[in-house]
């Protein structure tokens, strides 16, 4: 079947540029072929990228039986197994993610409060005045405390803190530019002893695993059902059958949330402090927004302000964490916007490119938070969270961890970018992160 035109690269070069420099390779050639083309990153390996938000809207509303999506994500399963939800489609799909809804609803958020903004302050008590820090490794280490405690109920404990070094190893492993490589081109996986780059990351992978089983193991043994952590849901949980998930299925879902529910968060967090402290008129705005909530305001308040909600927003406009939504594979035939596709053809809703359309959002390279108080932007027109069967299980959560830790650091801390130097974004494994150059220096308690 023939698919929409695209580059005619070699398909191991533009999977190259697709790895190396995401953004020129989707800018370029949204220009030579328009709102529609297919990228070849292999052989039999063709994606077809959209970004006019009437294709977005076919596509993500369309029945879910239309698609598979889990059988696309095979890139990611050193990380988080066969198991996980990312991978999984069809019913076994439908039911773990309803299974899994309940504590990421929007009504559950109110209990994560105190937490977000208690481990906000352990994050900030440890910035010294006149020291710069990293802002990625400073806003990773709040969700994934804030991860941790979700799904496993605790945030102290020795293999509480060792899931969390492993995590973060692991995660620097596979999202270093270099170590996005490994993730992209299988023939880099190869184990050539404890020292060799793989090596080291199956190692690691393997400790990480042995943690987790072991606290499935003991959970499973002294089940405590009035617990409302996930692992807890997960452990109570019963099939059709009445069978109860077995430990693989467990860790590949505790994984999948560790994984997916901080990683993003942490990037987004990271990028809107950056944009918050680029940009003075910003930071005064939010400041003059925080201030009219009065003093220790409820939390709901600052989740509800409408400026800090445009910051967010505007943050995962301009650098959407994730490109392009999780591929949707074409079951048996498929049409959008005249375009017709039979079975096993791929299409990617592209949420950068969409997100940067010069007529629904002028000046697409400035950071404005003011249009999304201005316009009310469908959701095929802002999509950072995906859409249809498969949209962000965290989403609720993603927002309110960013908003309650924004108000928190910005109204407790003058800081300063050290330098003056624009940060680019650069690739951390399937995702779009500032270079780790982004650094934050606290000036002033308040
Ligand atoms: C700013 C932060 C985040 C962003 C930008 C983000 C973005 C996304 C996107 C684009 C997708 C694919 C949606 C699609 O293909 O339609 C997705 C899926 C998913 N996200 Fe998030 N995410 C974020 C935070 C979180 C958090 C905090 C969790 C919590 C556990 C989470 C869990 C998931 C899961 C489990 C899926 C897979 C859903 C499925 O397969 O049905 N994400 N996310």
């Not at 023939?2 to 999977?15: E, F």
């Not at 698609?67 to 696309?72: L, P």
């Not at 590949?252 to 680029?278: N, P, R, S, V």
């Not at 990617?348 to 999304?372: N, V």
Request: charged content about 25%; hydrophobic content about 40%; aromatic content about 8%.
């Amino acid at each position: 079947m023939k698919l929409p035109a695209g580059p005619t690269t070699n398909p191991k070069l533009q999977m190259f540029q697709w790895v190396s420099s995401p953004l020129k390779y989707m800018e370029t050639n949204r220009k030579r072929f328009g709102d529609v083309f297919t990228a070849r990153f292999g052989e039999k390996f063709s994606l077809v990228l959209f970004s006019d938000p009437q294709a977005i809207r076919e596509i993500l509303s369309a029945d879910a039986r239309t698609f598979d999506s889990g059988r696309a994500n095979g890139i990611l399963l050193p990380l988080v197994g066969s198991e996980s939800m990312l991978l999984l489609d069809g019913d076994r799909h439908k039911q773990q993610r309803k299974l899994m809804m309940p504590p990421f609803h929007g009504d559950r958020m109110q209990t994560y409060a105190t937490t977000i903004e208690k481990i906000t302050q352990e994050v900030m008590d440890s910035w010294q005045v006149g020291k710069p820090f990293s802002v990625r490794a400073a806003t990773q280490n709040i969700t994934m405390k804030m991860i941790l405690n979700v799904v496993f109920g605790l945030s102290e404990g020795a293999r509480y803190e060792n899931v969390r070094q492993l995590m973060t190893t692991v995660l620097d492993m596979t999202g270093s530019p270099l170590g996005s490589g490994s993730l992209f081109f299988g023939g880099l996986q190869r184990d050539l002893g404890p020292w060799s780059p793989w090596g080291r990351f199956v190692r690691r992978k393997a400790q990480l695993d042995e943690l987790l089983f072991a606290e499935i193991r003991e959970r499973r043994a002294a089940l405590d059902e009035n617990r409302t952590d996930i692992l807890t849901l997960l452990l109570c949980a019963r099939d059709e059958n009445g069978e109860a998930m077995s430990d693989l299925e467990l860790r590949d879902e505790l994984l999948t949330l560790l994984l997916a529910g901080h990683e993003t968060t942490a990037t987004a967090l990271a990028w809107a402090l950056y944009w918050i402290h680029k940009l003075p008129d910003v930071r005064q705005k939010l400041r003059e927004e925080l201030a009219s909530l009065g003093k220790n305001p409820d939390p709901m308040a600052i989740v509800k302000a409408p400026y800090l909600n445009a910051i967010c927003q505007e943050t995962l406009r301009i650098y959407p964490v994730a490109l392009i939504t999780f591929p949707r594979i074409v079951k048996s035939s498929f049409s959008v916007m005249g375009h017709h596709f039979g079975p096993d053809v791929l299409l990617a809703p592209c949420i950068y490119l969409t997100h940067h359309r010069e007529d629904l959002y002028p000046e697409p390279k400035q950071f404005k938070p003011e249009r999304f108080l201005e316009r009310q932007y469908s959701p095929y027109e802002f999509y950072a969270f995906g859409g249809g069967n498969r949209r962000c299980l965290g989403q609720a959560l993603a927002l309110y961890e960013m908003k309650l830790a924004i108000a928190k650091i910005v109204s407790r801390l003058d800081l300063v970018l050290p330098d003056d130097r624009p940060i680019k974004p650069v690739r951390r494994g399937v995702t779009l992160a500032p270079s780790g150059r982004l650094r934050l220096v606290v000036t002033a308690h308040l």
